[in-house]
Structure formats: C-alpha cells, structure tokens
C-alpha cells in the first residue's frame, strides 16, 4: 500500500511538469491528482507552491472527501472539486485542472468547441461541453463537471468564465486529455477567426472515436 | 542593514528571471524593483543591461528620488515612476514594469480588460484600469500609476500607449500579478475575437476576490 | 543494406525532434518516415511513443504495404498513409504528418493558403492546396496525398478538417517543407486577420521558385 | 587587421543565437551581417546551415559588392542587398534580415506598422515603413532598403511580400531593431484586431525618440 501511494505520488508530481512544457499553467494556477488504486484515496499538488519545487514528498494525500491524510501544505485549493468527481466517478483515476488560453477563451464566452478536427473526433468524440458558472467553495464545481461529462464522450469540460477540468482512466490519460484540449480548442479557434470550419459528419466521428478508443490503444502500442 | 539590502538585491536579481520566463519582456525593456524594509532606499534593475547578465551585484540601491546610492550601473530608464509608486503608496513593497504584449494591446487602444475570467476575479477583484498617457521625464508616469491604483482592488494598471505597471506587498507578489496580468489579458483578448464574454455578476466577483485574498494564502500554504 | 537501414534508423529519430523544436507536434501525434534506398522498405516512428523516447532502435523499418519488417512496437497509425506515398512517388524519399496549428487551421475550413509571401513561393511554389477530407483504415488517406500532389509544385498538402503531409526527396526535405508550412500558414493567417495580402505575380511566383529550386541549393552550400 | 575580422566573425556568430531565441527565424531563412570596421568588407552567414552549427570559423567574408574574400561555403543568398546597405550607407555597420512572423504579415499586406507604443517611438521614432517588391537576383531589393530607409527614423523597413530588414550603427543594434520590430508588428497586430489603436502625437513622438536616442545610450549605462 505504501508502494502504491508513492508510485502515485511520484507519477502526479512528474505529470505536473508536462503542464508546465505545454504550456497549460502560469505561475501556480493547475493542478493533477490520482486517484489511489483500491483506496479511497487521491493524491493532489499542494496549494501555492511552484511547478519546480514539485516532487514526490510534498504531494498531499486526501480522502474522497478532500481531507488530508498525509502532507505538510495544505491541498490544492481545487481537492474538493477533485474529490467530488472520484465519488461519483468511479471509473475516473485521474483528473486535471488548468487555466490554458484558449479552452479559457471559449469558457469565458460559454461557447462549446465543435468538432472539427480527426484529431478531436479521435480523443473527444463529439464537441467540448460547457459546464455551469459556479463558485469555489462547496460542491458546485465538482457537480457542474460531473453533471455535464457523464454519459458523454468528451473527457474535458470547460466551466464556464473558469478553466477546463479533464478526466482519464489514470492521471496520464486526464493530462493527455488536458494538452489535446488546449490543442483543439487553440485550433479551432484560429480556423473560425477566417471563417468557418467545415463540419464533420457524425457517422465519421463516430466511426473515427471508436476505431481510436478501441484499436489505437493496442497493448503492444503503448 | 547590509544582509538586508543583500537579500533584497538577490531576489530583484532572481525575479527578472521570471519576466523572462514567462516571456513578458525582450531585450532590456522590463523591470522589477524592491522596497528596502524600513529603510528609504529601493532595489532596481540596472538599465539596458540583458537579463541574463543580472546578478545581486549589479543591482542598483537608489532613494525614494531615485537618486543612485549605490551601484555601477545607471538604474533603469524608469525608476524615476517606481520611485514615486514607494514615496506615495507605503504599503507597496515591490514593483513591476513590462511592455508585455497582450497588455500592450490593450493598452494602445486605452481600453481596460474587463473581469470575465474567476482567476481575474481572484488576482484583480476588478477589471484591470487604464491610466493615462504620459510622457518619461518627470513625475507623469508615478502620478498616473498611483492615481490610477490608489483604491483600487487591481495591483496592475494598463498606462495608455506605453505598457504596463503592478505592484504587490514585496517583489514576488507584484511578479505574480504582472504574470497573471498577460495571462488574463491574453485569454480575454483571444476570447474577444470571436464573440462577447459572458459577464460575471459583481456580488461573484466581489466573493471570490474576498475568499482569495484571505483564505487562499493561508500561512502554511505559503 | 543493414548499415543503410541504421542510417535511415538514426535520421528518422533525430529529425522527430525537429518537429519538437518547431512546435509542430503535441503529445504523440506527428511522424516522420523516410524510404530506405535501394530496398522497398520504409522506416518510422512507433505508435504511441512519445517523442523524448524515441531512438534509433525502437524506429519501426516496414514493407512498402505497411506492413512490419522489423520492430517491437507498432508502427504509426499513419503507416498506410506513408507507405501510399512510396509506392506512387518513387521520386519521394521520406513523408511527414503533423496536426501543425495553423496549417490545420486552414485544413478545417478546407481553405488553401494563398502564395503571397517570397518564401511561399521559393519553397512551395504555389498555394498550398487542400486535399479530400478521408477517414484512416484504408487507401483513402494516401490516394488523396497523392492525387493531390502529383504534378503539384507544392510539397505539402492540407488534408480536409485533418492536418498536414508534407513530402522530399528524403526525409529532411519533408521535415524542411513541414517546417516552412506551418510558418506560412501561420504569417499568412495573421496578415489576413487585418485585411487581404497583396498577390505576387504568377510569373514572379514562377522566377522565384525556379531560382530556389535550382540556384540556391548549390553543392558547397549543402 | 585579422584580429578584427576574428571579432566581428565571433560578434555576427553570436548574434545568430539571438534570432533563435526570439523566435524570430526558422530553418535557415534569417541572417546578421556586420561591416569591417575600416575596411570595405563584411562578414555574414553561411548560406544554408542551420543556425545551432554556425560558428566564427565558418562565417563568410566578403567585399562589398558580395564577393567571397573567406569562407567555405557560399554566403547567404540575400548577400547582395546587405552589400548594397553598406555600400551606400555609410554610417551602417550592422544589417540583419528576417522573415519574422508578425513583420511578415504586414508586409505581406503592404502595410507600415503605425507608432501608437512609446516603445516604438523610443526605437524607431516613427510607422515601420514598407519597401517596394522586388525579385532576388540583382540590386533591386537593397535599392529597395536604401531608398527607403534614407533620411527616415525607422531603422526597420517591411520588404512587401518578403520580410524584413534592420540596419544599425553595429550588428548589435540592427538586431535588437529587428527583435524590437517584430515585438511591435505583434502587438500593433493584437491591439488592431479589436479596435483602433489610439495614436501619439508627432510632438510626443519626436520627444520621446530625442529622448531615447540621445540620453538612454549613455555611457555608463552601456
């Protein structure tokens, strides 16, 4: 058990560093947690400290209530959205917050991304849903992303004049769903700044999501 | 006093290498200063010499005149407006000055950045002001950033045509806001682009810059 | 041939982080393959792997079916697409995609981009057209490649609401002209934000792209 | 004689490195040259090798009608119009040339950059003004620059459809025009896609170049 939760602890402080080389976080604004495997347990970045004093041992561990368990900082300020979505989420392991530009830019208009790249039928299967406007606090934000990403396809939510939270069946996953994001939500943007982008139709998409999801993945494909 | 100033020096020194990081300045053209704690006396950066030519040592101690009191160099080209920022706001201990990009386009439209973003609302509690056109040479610079701040929740403001001024309780908080002043100028400009952000209510507002400044920054948070 | 093919190995892998260097790629998704001379044989990236992994020994060296000569991982998704290309222009020696910002940006709106810049016309000679939209699993994508860019000055090709093929001589060429589209795209999409770019005359379009093509490469010059 | 010549190779070796980190070049489009004090020659790039392999050694000498004097490789292609600057600006000792991004779509447009920052004012005391289209291969395009850039502030000029070139006193100061230049094009661009930048007086203009040109420069302050 020890092992296992410092193997998630080592994995969530290096995942933050792939926040950081995309460019997805300013200052100490995003943050990664896991989900313990077996436990009802998450690991989460401390509060305030930088991207480059990261490491294993100041990761903070909580319950699925967002107590702290283990840790001397106190938890990011984001634990009980985090924690909200491991309750209710069940096949969730990993789960992402981050302020980038422009998933950003189309949550502060309340504005979905559509879907109009292969890339995004791939890893989103569908448009990027807009989740409520709703304060820290209580348990709104962890409903608003609950609420909306349930029976969807989409791993990423933007909240509305907020950021964008990712979901993944571990922590890789939810970042990996964090950088696409940003990527898609940069590259539509500029295509509708000179027009508009020519739909997809749904059976591609469709056909595109489940061919991705179901063969890309393949064991001896990493 | 010595081990003061010398502490204050290195970490003028070491926050420039944040404008730099964070992609706020080229060549020599931004700067961050320090008050010296209880003494008349402030920290700044040496003018026109490259970033990462900085050190503790070729910072300049100047008083609150700007007059040099020591150091080789002569102080940035500005230190006449941070000079007049310490003299008249005493409980600013840091200031910033960048020609940072996204700022500077608001900026030469004279047009303040309106509060659409939570993480705005955290930093800012407000929309980030403009202050007026002023010409370097006299006291015009210092008296538009003060008269512009002074009683206002924003630590940062967009000087019309020019760039942009912060201020913070130290050095390391008037950084932080002008990291996060391009960064929510960025997003709100690319937001802008393609349609009208959804205003957030001023009771929200007003909500979260409360639970930011006084429980977000809790001690053991650092 | 086995000294040929480790050559072809490190080239390959060396020339990923190119398109690193240049932004061009998030997470795993852009290749780079390069026909090995003399043999029906091709090599590229692995699927999946990401691109600080990537060596000379885990490149995947494939027939011109696609199909794995040797090689411990799968080879890119993209494989059937690169091997098209080989098999239908035997004066291609090496291909390259990526999911590069701006060049899908115009790939969305199915748009070519305009030759309106000099360097647009010594390296592509012409628009940079757009080819059909396809899905991934059969010909589709590698016949579209093709029928766009036979007998088309232009090196790369924008696939619909896809992303980019870019196609050399070998494999640095490609990556030159992956490189060189993602940075017209780019210059092109923004002078176009704020009005129409001037045209350059098809003859002057003609006299450059001859001079570079033939002029500019000399020998001594690499 | 040689020592300086080994200086200047050194300098115009280095400044390459500050074409990269501005991001103002790709592949190997862009190139510094500086004059030969004293003499009638300059030293350039080598045409075609990317700019992490340059190094004193393999910098090009040439006279000033572009003849190789040293060197191995071929000179830059664009060696005849920084000639042609030297050989009728007499008071120019550096020319740097660029296809940077912003600069570029000006250019591409035909459009002088207007000067709404009092950071363009400082460095170029005016708009950044736009040159006439001109093919390669004769004097055409550094009449172009020549005629041009004589008797005007700006040491900036946008080659329409191009890109652009810089001049200064010393190869130092034509970069930081050209780093400076496309700092300017980028957010004279962002600022006018949401409006109208509001103009400076010429009174402030010219104040704020006296300024900058005749007091900033002193001695002490390097």
Redesign the interface.
């Known amino acids: 058990m020890n092992a296992t939760i410092d193997r998630i602890r080592r994995q969530v402080s290096d995942l933050h560093q792939e926040l950081v080389r ?1 460019n997805l976080v ?2 100490t ?1 995003g943050n990664v947690s896991a989900r313990v495997p077996g436990e009802d347990l998450l690991v989460i970045k ?4 930088p991207y480059d004093e990261l490491t294993p041992a100041n990761m903070i561990v909580c319950d699925l209530d967002g107590k702290v368990v283990e840790g ?3 938890p990011s ?1 984001d634990t009980a959205a985090h924690a909200y979505v491991y309750r209710h989420l069940p096949e969730v392991g990993g789960v992402v917050h981050t ?1 980038s ?2 998933s ?3 949550a ?4 979905a991304v559509p879907c ?4 995004m039928a791939d890893e989103f299967g569908a448009e990027i849903p807009v989740g409520p ?1 709703a ?3 209580d348990d709104s934000i962890g409903r608003g992303i609950v609420d909306t990403l349930r029976g969807h396809r989409s791993p990423a939510v933007l909240m ?4 964008v939270f990712t979901i993944g069946k571990d922590a890789e996953a939810a970042v ?1 769903a964090a ?2 994001c940003e ?1 898609v939500a ?13 739909p ?1 139709a749904q059976a ?1 998409i469709d ?2 999501n489940h ?1 991705y999801q179901n063969v ?3 064991p ?3």
Chains 1, 2, 3, 4 share one sequence.
Request: with cysteine; aromatic share 10%; charged share 20%.
């Open positions: 995309y300013v200052w604004a401390p509060s305030g400290v001397e900082h106190a300020s302020h530009t422009y950003c830019a189309w502060a208009r309340g504005e109009v790249l292969t890339a406007f304060l820290i606090g509305q004049n907020h950021g990996k950088v696409m990527d940069r590259t539509v943007h500029l295509s509708r700044q000179l027009g508009e982008p020519l997809i591609d056909s595109l061919r890309y993945g393949q001896q494909a990493r």
